[in-house]
């Protein structure tokens, strides 16, 4: 079985930082690409930042040069640097992993979403 439990969520005024966390967990042998995806209110949940297992990042144009997405491997483990936060940036954020298990198999995995919200 394999978990992705993210941590970091919360209010902020705009302006403000956050920083997101999310570690994999379970029968994991390797992941190439984690990620952030967003989703607000009414609206289709959206690809925020990826990043592979070698580094290589993706970023939506929105958040170009505010956010910054990193992981560490050895933790299994990926982050997401939330700077200069604007109100339109409030919505729930879903960490995604593509894993191969011990077992062979590679599939897709989200977390169960966290809370961010941009406020005065």
């Known amino acids: 079985q394999v978990q992705l439990v993210e941590s970091g969520g919360g209010l902020v005024q705009p302006g403000g930082s956050l920083r997101l966390s999310c570690e994999a967990s379970?029968?994991?042998?390797?992941?190439?690409?984690m990620g952030w995806y967003r989703q607000a209110p009414g609206k289709q949940r959206e690809l925020v930042a990826d990043?592979?297992?070698?580094?290589?990042?993706n970023y939506d144009d929105s958040v170009k040069g505010r956010f910054t997405i990193s992981r560490d491997n050895a933790k299994n483990t990926v982050y997401l640097q939330m700077n200069s936060l604007k109100p339109e940036d409030t919505a729930v954020y879903y960490c995604?992993?593509?894993?191969?298990?011990?077992?062979?198999?590679?599939?897709?995995?989200w977390g169960q979403g966290t809370q961010v919200t941009v406020s005065s």
């Open positions: 990043i592979t297992s070698g580094a290589r990042t």
């Open positions: 995604n992993a593509y894993i191969t298990t011990n077992w062979g198999t590679q599939s897709e995995y």
């Open positions: 379970g029968s994991i042998f390797s992941i190439y690409r």
